[in-house]
C-alpha cells in the first residue's frame, strides 16, 4: 500500500519560512512526479508545484520566487522551501504522486501564517 505523508506544517510569523517534507512508503519504485497542492480554508484545491523525473520543477505564479521543491537523498521524499510568507499562504498542503497509473494523495499538513 502506497502511503505519503506530509509534515513540518505549523503556525509562521508573515515573511518567515517553512519546510515541508513529502515522504512515500510502500513502493520499490520510484515516483517520478511529484506535487504539491494547497487548498486554503473555504477555497479550491491549487497547484502549488511540480518535481519532474529529471529533476526540472515548475511552479504556480503565486509562489514563483518564494517557493522551491526538491528531493531528498531518500528515494520518494521531497521537500517545498516556503520563504515569505504572507497571511495567503495559510492552507493545507498536499503532496501527490503517480505511481504505476495511479494517484496517491497525503493527507496534508497544516500551514497558517499570521500577520
Not at 57 to 83: C, E, H, P, W
Not at 90 to 102: D, E, I, N, P, Q
Amino acid at each position: 500500500q502506497v502511503q505519503l505523508v506530509e509534515s513540518g506544517g505549523g503556525l509562521v510569523q508573515a515573511g518567515g519560512s517553512l519546510r515541508l517534507s513529502c515522504a512515500a512508503s510502500g513502493t520499490k519504485y520510484r515516483i517520478d512526479t511529484l506535487k504539491w497542492y494547497r487548498q486554503a480554508p473555504g477555497k479550491q484545491l491549487d497547484l502549488v508545484g511540480t518535481i519532474f523525473s529529471d529533476g526540472n520543477t515548475n511552479y504556480a505564479d503565486f509562489v514563483k520566487g518564494r517557493f522551491t521543491i526538491s528531493r531528498g537523498s531518500v528515494k520518494n521524499t521531497v521537500y517545498l522551501q516556503m520563504n515569505s510568507l504572507t497571511p495567503d499562504d495559510t492552507a493545507v498542503y498536499f503532496c501527490s504522486g503517480r505511481l504505476l497509473g495511479k494517484d496517491y494523495w497525503g493527507r496534508g499538513t497544516l500551514v497558517t501564517v499570521s500577520s
